[in-house]
């Protein structure tokens, strides 16, 4: 059985994430003291301690899950718990891309500082939104959204599992496509509480500056394939992961078609390395014969060590 690990993207963040990683595991700590380093200010503190409010901000939350997801993936790798093939959802692309060692750790923290940044900039507060569509009925996306545009910008910035789409655009647009997702059988339609309407055609002007810094970025090929949430296909060469990043700004995160995929190729085991365990829950609801285990705690190790009966973990 092959595995591959899932690494999360925003949303996922609380305070207190990491904490027990880097006091427990001193690989664990180096991350967290690299990414303080390269940034300048103390991540690792804003990680383990708070204030959520700060936390919350797009340009803390991608760099602060990326090395919480970094720090858990370096202890399973020195655990002896390799992944066949690796997955990020969004912003988790970039810890998957360090995993299969095409990113550097450094390059990449302070790629997401800006990315984040730039996403938060490229929509005024206020004019976008993005919202939660919970089982509506097979066939009927497409035409809500239709509906609901009226001339402005409404599209699936999610698709997570086949109970489970988000949507972004501009706020009118969204709230026009809530009501009609409710009458067209949704069971629940939320707006969700972001700072900006992400994987959509707004995000474009950060999508433009974030690829001048990537192509300043050197990528090298990937030691295992990474499924590309953009494409839903596997990446190999370091020229195709950078691109992957590219488009993934703009274009919505397949994560059904990717957990799919992974599936096809052999993958009956799923580990989410980071913090919380949205991946977990998400695979559940894509394909429940599917093994989802998680380490983002130290103390869930030996959690995992014993979920895995067949000998060694990898």
Not at 264 to 290: K, N
Request: hydrophobic share 45%; proline share 5%.
């Amino acid at each position: 059985m092959q595995t591959a690990f899932l690494f999360p993207g925003q949303g996922s963040q609380f305070a207190g994430m990491g904490k027990s990683l880097a006091q427990t595991f001193p690989s664990a700590r180096a991350v967290f003291e690299e990414a303080d380093q390269t940034l300048g200010f103390e991540l690792s503190r804003l990680c383990f301690e708070g204030p959520e409010e700060a936390l919350r901000l797009t340009e803390n939350t991608q760099p602060a899950i990326l090395t919480v997801s970094v720090a858990a993936f370096t202890v399973l790798r020195e655990n002896g718990c390799q992944p066949d093939y690796v997955a990020g959802h969004s912003l988790g692309e970039y810890s998957a891309l360090v995993a299969a060692g095409s990113l550097r750790f450094a390059d990449a923290v302070g790629l997401v500082r800006n990315r984040g940044r730039y996403m938060q900039e490229a929509v005024p507060p206020g004019q976008g939104a993005m919202a939660a569509l919970l089982k509506l009925p097979e066939g009927k996306l497409e035409a809500v959204l239709a509906e609901a545009a009226q001339g402005e910008v409404v599209s699936a910035a999610n698709l997570n599992s086949p109970d489970q789409v988000v949507i972004a655009g501009h706020a009118g647009a969204v709230a026009r496509a809530i009501e009609l997702a409710k009458a067209a059988g949704a069971r629940r339609a939320v707006l969700l509480s972001v700072s900006a309407p992400f994987h959509c055609s707004l995000m474009r002007p950060a999508q433009e500056r974030l690829a001048l810094d990537l192509n300043q970025t050197p990528f090298a090929d990937l030691r295992c394939p990474l499924v590309n949430n953009a494409r839903a296909s596997q990446v190999l060469s370091g020229a195709d992961a950078r691109q992957g990043l590219i488009d993934q700004v703009t274009s919505p995160v397949r994560w059904t078609e990717s957990i799919r995929l992974l599936a096809s190729l052999g993958c009956g085991r799923f580990i989410e390395a980071g913090p919380g365990g949205v991946l977990t829950g998400l695979l559940r609801g894509i394909d429940p014969s599917l093994q989802g285990l998680r380490f983002g705690e130290a103390e869930e190790l030996e959690k995992l060590r014993a979920a895995i009966s067949q000998g060694p973990i990898g």
